[in-house]
């Protein structure tokens, strides 16, 4: 998996290879966690392998708990997916009786319709039966996780390619990509194209590319304006940033990032500043409370996004505060869409 140069593609991005080596350190007992709480808003891709290819996400998570020698393993699964639990506790069922995971015991857990608890350590929070709040880091989920213990933590579509690479081999993942890039992903597209929907893509594939080639060109009538590359948090690009790899490491010095790849393509007649005070909204919603950063500054946010007129100056000042502050990445990455606008679309701000 290291000489693949598989990364965790739940977001963050890092090295899986050295993530499991990471765990496996630790002293045991060891635990792993599936983060399958599907919440940036855009992004639909773990769904349709929970619900279409099962096996291999399973396949994937008895992998990881092999390797990390973790006796158990939880499943934390979106409350909105009912049709994957029921796919899920089927198969669970089906491999526990066919003895394919003497190694460890598998739990299936709802989640409870917060998008908070798809950052790690709050779903780790709510898998322990409390309230789903970020927990402060370091100490991280590889040293003192689930019930205070060392733990993989892995997402679905992360734990979906972990079997295909070692059936293949390291040379066919790097083998794949595009512009320098390594590996296979899953890119959910939605917004003005004409063929919306899951798009597995090499790695480094550019959103014109994607637009292009897997999704059948803009919808008709609707010229490319911008994207969000990674869902809600990642950032709004112009088109004429459309030939970036979308990989990680690739959009930051823009203002974005990547991300779990959910792509939302805007047109011409999409109204981006109204686009960032749906965002906004969003945010101010899902924010879990616990910090004043975050809780103040969506309110605050929303609030000055409503005016008539946008005081660039305060928008700016509280981005920083919001970003240098905040507990964890909602609130860290939650004015994103605003300062892109200010970047990228100053004509389009009011």
Sequence with gaps: LSEAGLRGLGGAGFPIGRKWDVVRREP???????????GEPGTFKDRL????????VLEGMLLGAWAVEAAEV????????????????????????????????????????????GEESAMLESLEGRRGLPRHRPPFAAQVGLFRRPTLVNNVETLFWVPEILARGADWWAGHGRHGRRGLRCFSVSGRVREPGVKVAPAGVTLRELVEEFCGGMAEGHRLKAYLPGGASGGILPERLADLPL???VLEPHGCFVGSAAVVVLSDQDDLAEVARGLLRFFED????????CRVGTHKATALLAR???????????????????????????????????????????
């Design 286 to 293: 899902e924010s879990c409370g616990q910090c004043t950063p």
């Design 74 to 117: 939880y499943l934390y699964l979106r409350d909105e997916y009912p049709e994957a639990r029921q796919v899920l506790a089927a198969e669970i069922a089906a491999i526990e009786a066919a003895g394919l995971a003497p190694h460890a015991r598998i739990h299936l857990r709802r989640g409870a319709g917060a998008y908070i608890c």
């Design 49 to 56: 392998l929970l619900e279409t290819e099962p096996h291999r």
């Design 247 to 249: 990989d990680f490491g």
């Design 28 to 38: 045991g007992p060891r635990l792993m966690a599936v983060n399958a709480d599907e």
């Design 308 to 350: 008539p007129r946008w005081d660039r100056a305060l928008l700016g000042e509280l981005a920083t505060v919001m970003a240098d502050a905040s507990i964890c990445g909602l609130g860290q990455a939650a004015m994103n869409p605003v300062l892109s606008l200010l970047r990228h679309f100053p004509e389009d701000v009011p």
